[in-house]
């Protein structure tokens, strides 16, 4: 079993439902922990064995670049989902940071995981 870690991701999204919220991009950092069945790429050394990390980031990037939420917990349970639908992962964990959401704080955070 292997396990992958995409640490502070930066992005920005629509995510909140306060005046000063609604139609304003909010940073974002994603922290993703994944846990895939690993094997063929430890052996083989190639490429098209490896479990492609490129492109779960770039579908992750879009989809949260692309969407609009209310609630964090929402935006990571979409995330969440998404990498949960990879045949190799065997379990995920999502954290997303709402950054300067609270006076005082650097961020705010949501963590769900999943596991088969």
Known sequence: MGKLRIKNL????YVGFNPHEIGKRQ???LNISI???SGPEELSDKPEDAFDYR???KEVIKKVENSHFNLLEALVR????SLMQYDRVLSAEVEIDKLHALRF???VSICLS???
């Open 27 to 29: 940073d974002l950092m």
């Open 10 to 13: 930066l992005l920005r999204s």
């Open 78 to 81: 979409m995330v969440l989902d």
């Open 35 to 37: 846990e895939y069945q």
């Open 55 to 57: 492109t779960i980031t």
């Open 114 to 116: 999943a596991r088969r």
């Open 105 to 107: 704080s650097e961020s």
